[in-house]
């Protein structure tokens, strides 16, 4: 071969976007989100931020989703909402 003959191999710059992609995903999914407000040492983990009260000597959050410390998956119908609204009691509610 002569150096007329050979040519590099030009690369089509997927290998250095794909590269970019998956550090850009990574960076993406593993970050943390900042808390709205700060918590403190009493603050219990499965209310949301205006719930939970160190006065408050039960601890029983309300009923709903607005209750609930993280957002719903999906939007709650009427038998999750009378579900909820039973807890703890032993009866099942009647909208099933």
């Given amino acids: 071969m002569t150096a007329a003959t050979h040519r590099a191999a030009k690369s089509s710059g997927f290998g250095k976007l794909l590269g970019f992609a998956v550090i850009g995903a990574l960076y993406w999914f593993t970050r943390k989100k900042e808390p709205k407000f700060p918590k403190s040492d009493t603050h219990s983990a499965a209310f949301a931020d205006s719930e939970t ?11 709903g989703p607005d209750g609930m410390r993280s957002d719903a998956r999906r939007a709650w119908d009427g038998v999750d909402q009378a579900a909820d609204e039973s807890f703890p009691a032993s009866d099942p509610p009647s909208t099933y």
């Fill in 53 to 63: 009260d160190p006065e408050n000597f039960d601890q029983t959050r309300s009923a």
